[in-house]
């Protein structure tokens, strides 16, 4: 959420003029958050992975300043503001009047009541970086996974999209009806355009990818990768496991 919030904050407030030719041509500078991630982050060419993803304050106007001097004066305070409502508008069900809500001092009774999505998040992360849990985590993604994939054929979803800001990164629902989809091979020109190149013979196959086939997803101990792990002190599974 803090690196959605400073893509938001760098494509929305940009006024370099890389930015305004992008404009003129109607798309977002989405490089502006890329080269944030690459500067903020060593290894981040090789594998995105936003969980090392956490610049402080002086950092953070220091990687601004690089990308557009401009804009460090107003980020720490446009930071604030939008994290705290966009946290706020996921976690909360949609009755809560977020106004009227405190996350200070809350009990897990009020959270699991006003903030149920905060508190699958907190299970989510817990299973993916405790040992006890790698291939239940696996299996949990899966799970959730259906439950999106159902929910977008449900509503005819065609390019589903989880962001708060459009910013190039659009996937294709593969059970969608696939005489609408070509797939092609492209080259970008010197004004940073795509162009369409050769069409390539590929065939959208309406399913998800197996665990099997999820490589990406696990490490060299084929463990869920992304997070650092956490070893716990009793590695004994629970009566009944």
Request: proline share 7%.
């Amino acid at each position: 959420m803090y690196f959605e919030v400073l893509s938001e904050y760098l494509m929305l407030h940009s006024i370099a003029t890389e930015t305004k030719i992008y404009a003129e041509a109607g798309e977002l500078n989405n490089r502006l958050y890329k080269r944030l991630a690459h500067a903020a982050v060593d290894g981040m060419d090789q594998l995105f992975n936003l969980s090392h993803f956490h610049p402080r304050h002086r950092q953070l106007v220091q990687l601004i300043e690089c990308i557009e001097p401009r804009l460090t004066h107003d980020v720490a305070h446009y930071v604030r503001r939008r994290t705290a409502h966009l946290f706020a508008s996921v976690a909360l069900t949609p009755a809560q009047d977020a106004s009227s809500f405190s996350f200070h001092g809350a009990d897990f009774s009020t959270l699991a009541s006003a903030a149920p999505g905060l508190l699958g998040q907190l299970l989510f992360r817990e299973m993916r970086i405790t040992d006890r849990y790698p291939q239940l985590y696996l299996a949990f993604e899966q799970a959730k996974a259906m439950e999106a994939w159902d929910f977008w054929n449900a509503h005819g979803i065609p390019t589903p999209f989880n962001g708060t800001i459009p910013k190039g990164e659009i996937g294709i629902n593969p059970a969608y009806p696939r005489a609408d989809c070509r797939i092609w091979s492209a080259e970008i020109c010197p004004r940073g355009l795509v162009h369409p190149v050769e069409e390539l013979d590929v065939h959208l196959v309406p399913r998800l990818a197996e665990l099997r086939m999820t490589a990406m997803r696990r490490d060299g101990t084929g463990q869920a990768a992304g997070h650092e792990r956490r070893p716990v002190a009793n590695r004994h599974p629970p009566v009944g496991v």
